[in-house]
């Protein structure tokens, strides 16, 4: 019974702190030893990644008409080949695509791809020396702090939104914002938070960032999650199925109302409570680190 109410807690924490920019990887780490259910170790790692697809799931469910690339059945959209075809083959080929695939869609996916590349380099080099050696209390407490930081200096500097659409970002921008998605790998960042600065600082509106970092999250989480399913050597107790299942359904449902939640609210407001909640979290977890007690 008190698994079953861990493995619910860490649903909620995932499907809160992973679209707030306040590091879910952080957050995970640092009530690991309090929240972690009695399951192996290796089994743990794949659970708190793994949980991650739920999360992922309310993405799908909220942005699908904006990210859905074929057309949906008797909706008309604009043809992905706009110039007059040169002979029947084209033609042909002019129609299937207008009857198919949404112009619009595929660029932004095409930007989404572009933008997983960084991420995906410094990942496949980097990402186990950086769980051997940094995912740990003192290292997470100062990349909270310094991304907190990071954050007021980009919200205190005076700025006008000249992106209002992911329409209007171009490739180049995509690319960076791939950059500071790659720093998520530290723990701590948080992957919305470097992407969403990324964001602020190209000129993009802060729900138009927040949009595009939740885009991003589709094949960044997904991927992992698939990774450590597939390097999973293990069998699955029935329990830990379970567990599973549980944890992703949990965290689909908060993050259904956390991503509605924060959308309405950055149309009104900045994000310089998060970054004093990341320094303020920061200082608590040095301080209980000196202390011994993390």
């Not at 924490?13 to 780490?29: A, K, Q, R």
């Not at 708190?48 to 739920?54: A, D, E, F």
């Not at 949906?72 to 129609?95: H, I, V, Y």
């Not at 200096?153 to 914002?177: G, H």
Request: hydrophobic share 55%.
């Amino acid at each position: 019974m008190l698994d079953i109410l861990k493995v619910i807690l860490l649903g909620i924490i995932e499907g809160v702190t992973e679209w707030l920019p306040i590091s879910s990887t952080g957050h995970l780490i640092l009530l690991g030893n309090v929240l972690q259910p009695s399951f192996s170790a290796e089994f743990t790692t794949v659970f708190n990644v793994v949980i991650q697809l739920g999360a992922i799931l309310a993405v799908v469910v909220l942005f699908f008409p904006q990210i859905w690339p074929f057309h949906l059945p008797g909706s008309q959209k604009e043809s992905l080949f706009r110039k007059k075809a040169d002979n029947r083959m084209l033609a042909g080929l002019q129609k299937v695509c207008d009857s198919f695939l949404d112009k619009k869609k595929i660029i932004l996916w095409g930007k989404i791809i572009l933008s997983s590349i960084p991420p995906l380099i410094l990942g496949i080099l980097c990402e186990d020396w950086f769980e051997e050696h940094l995912h740990k209390s003192v290292p997470v407490a100062v990349f909270l702090i310094l991304w907190g930081v990071i954050f007021l200096l980009v919200e205190s500097r005076p700025r006008k939104a000249k992106i209002k659409s992911t329409d209007r970002i171009t490739p180049k921008q995509a690319f960076i914002i791939g950059i500071f998605e790659a720093f998520a790998i530290l723990p701590g960042t948080s992957r919305s938070g470097s992407t969403i600065v990324g964001g602020l600082g190209l000129g993009l509106s802060r729900p138009t960032a927040a949009r595009y970092t939740f885009f991003l999250a589709i094949p960044a989480m997904a991927g992992a999650s698939l990774i450590k399913l597939a390097g999973y050597e293990g069998t699955f107790t029935a329990m830990e199925k379970a567990s599973l299942v549980l944890g992703m359904a949990v965290a689909f449902l908060v993050s259904l109302l956390v991503i509605r939640r924060l959308m309405a609210f950055i149309r009104k407001h900045t994000f310089k409570g998060f970054g004093w909640y990341r320094i303020a979290l920061g200082i608590l977890v040095l301080v209980l680190a000196a202390a011994k007690v993390l």
